[in-house]
């Protein structure tokens, strides 16, 4: 049997140790690293369409940026509005000031580096 103190001392070592396994746990495997991986090959294909889009507009003498915001009221109006609602009623009103300052920004600034992120959390450290 082991003292009480052996035990105390055991615990918090083994809790420990079964966390920081858990917690590394998600990024080691290799199907959710596949994952992020393609994402954010994704991510970064989307900025750079968009990227390029905005510069296109530029160069064309248009002075206005494609914003998230702009490109998602062109898909569909209709559910950023629906989305602005849910986000007010269901959450709280303050919250909506910051993501509509995220939705006001250049898509590319917006996808971007989520996706500069998510390469070099995911990338493949075995590969030259």
Not at 4 to 12: D, E, G, K, W
Not at 50 to 60: F, S
Request: net charge positive; proline share 7%.
């Amino acid at each position: 049997m082991w003292s009480r103190a052996v035990r105390n001392q055991a615990l918090p070592d083994r809790f420990t140790r079964l966390l920081r396994c858990r917690a590394t746990a998600l990024y080691e495997r290799p199907i959710m690293k596949r994952f992020g991986y393609w994402l954010s090959v994704g991510l970064l294909i989307a900025g750079a369409a968009a990227a390029g889009a905005e510069l296109l507009t530029i160069v064309q003498g248009a002075p206005s940026t494609l914003s998230l915001g702009a490109i998602w009221f062109r898909i569909h109006a209709n559910s950023l509005v629906g989305f602005q609602a849910a986000i007010e009623k269901q959450l709280t009103p303050l919250i909506w000031p910051p993501i509509q300052w995220l939705l006001t920004l250049p898509t590319w600034l917006v996808l971007v580096p989520p996706g500069l992120l998510l390469v070099f959390l995911c990338r493949d450290k075995g590969r030259g």
